[in-house]
């Protein structure tokens, strides 16, 4: 990336949420390259941020990352005369809508601070109690995958954008750390809500009740440490002046084939296990071990793009998870199974995070990095509304999923081969440390 010529931000050192009193800086400033930009790189507030971050993660990503439990008890129960593509589609809705959502929750923290976080906390946690009541499949529709979907994703974004604001040097770390928060939620919503389905007398209704008291302290904490560094940005809503870099517009394309294909064992690896033999306890807690996995999937690799360059850990999550995913039909025993959810969840760990991280080397401007990731993830978040329906229909067409395994696998290798592209639209090229 071209270095900018535009003046330079000099920022206080002394606190990190606050400018130094030079002439040139307001909200209407033009700021200059991220290289001409001191940035903390720790301290107090920036870790409350990524801290923050983490929760709203853990609350957000960390459960739509369950829906696998969701997908396997609907099955058997609410939803037994029903296709697994039919099924499949509230769940896919939600995460389309919690990806698409970016579009305004990136945008809108750039522009009005972390404010955006507390209303829409309020609308997410209504949405769960909504589910909780709900009985017929337009209900769970409209509750679990259009209101929990688009509130998850203007609050998971709006908390995303403020951790790059803090780290430039350390930035893989840190949105690592902040990623493990997803991880965690998916590790304890999974057991929390089997236990609480298969395993007692609560029902259904109180069963998902429960996983949204667990978010409100969560969320609580989140809504007053996460906040904005800069001043806001006064110009237009989006930026689209950004679809010119070659590198963003092939990070994006990259996003939407890794999106289509990742997605796919959170939704089907626990019917996968019951078809297997497993337990439907058991089965449910594949979801767990993949999003456990994906803790140590989320940090190393955050740690190793400081080091060897954020495009290069990236080319390496989306290489890695379609190898898994072309051995999925070669695990046919429980331990074979555990495994691969295992490993699955340690390669495929790194794409979301990792995908954010190398969108933020994109805009010159660190006021931008919202709406920068907010419109990227958009777009890419159409795939999401394709890959569980479509393997839900090949699923149900030939009666395994060696198909599955095919397409989903084809597909995270070309958003790999594409980050290998975007590599060749930066200075330092295919090879480079980029």
């Not at 965690?184 to 089997?194: M, Q």
């Not at 298969?198 to 969560?218: E, K, L, Q, Y």
């Amino acid at each position: 990336m071209s270095k900018s010529s535009q003046t330079s931000i000099s920022l206080s050192k002394g606190d990190p949420e606050k400018l130094s009193p030079e002439p040139d800086v307001s909200e209407n400033a033009p700021a200059g390259s991220q290289d001409d930009i001191d940035f903390p790189e720790g301290g107090r507030q920036a870790w409350l941020v990524a801290i923050g971050n983490a929760c709203v993660l853990f609350c957000t990503s960390g459960y739509s990352n369950t829906f696998g439990v969701f997908q396997a008890y609907y099955t058997l129960h609410q939803f037994s005369d029903k296709s697994a593509d039919a099924v499949s589609w509230i769940g896919s809705t939600q995460v389309f809508l919690g990806l698409f959502a970016a579009i305004l929750g990136g945008p809108l923290f750039d522009r009005y601070g972390a404010w955006v976080i507390r209303p829409t906390a309020v609308v997410y946690l209504f949405a769960i109690m909504m589910t909780s009541l709900c009985r017929e499949y337009w209900q769970f529709m409209l509750a679990q995958g259009i209101l929990h979907g688009t509130a998850s994703g203007i609050l998971m974004f709006s908390a995303m954008a403020s951790t790059p604001q803090y780290f430039r040097k350390r930035r893989g770390v840190a949105m690592g750390l902040s990623m493990t928060g997803s991880s965690v939620g998916a590790i304890v919503y999974p057991i929390v809500l089997s236990k609480l389905l298969n395993d007692s007398s609560v029902g259904f209704g109180w069963s998902v009740r429960i996983t949204g008291f667990i978010m409100i302290p969560a969320l609580a904490f989140a809504s007053f440490a996460v906040k904005a560094r800069l001043p806001p940005r006064r110009t237009s809503f989006l930026l689209p002046s950004a679809f010119r870099d070659k590198l963003y517009v092939t990070l994006i394309a990259s996003m939407f084939f890794l999106f289509i294909g990742m997605f796919v064992p959170l939704f089907y690896l626990p019917t996968y296990g019951i078809l297997h033999g497993m337990t439907e306890t058991l089965a449910s807690y594949l979801v767990a071990m993949i999003n456990g996995a994906s803790v140590f999937g989320r940090v190393l690799p955050g740690i190793m793009g400081d080091k060897v360059g954020q495009l290069n850990a990236l080319l390496f999550a989306g290489a890695s998870t379609a190898v898994v995913i072309f051995c999925w039909p070669e695990a046919t025993t429980r331990g074979g199974i555990v495994a691969l959810a295992v490993v699955f969840g340690f390669c495929s760990g790194a794409i979301i995070s990792g995908g954010a991280v190398a969108m933020t080397l994109c805009p010159k401007d660190v006021r931008n990095m919202g709406t920068y990731i907010g419109m990227g993830t958009a777009i890419a978040s159409f795939a999401a509304l394709m890959g569980p329906p479509v393997n839900g229909a090949l699923l149900d067409r030939y009666g395994g999923f060696d198909q599955v395994s095919i397409f989903s696998g084809v597909m995270c290798m070309t958003g790999a081969l594409l980050v290998l592209l975007g590599k060749a639209f930066t200075p330092q090229g295919v090879l480079g440390k980029v």
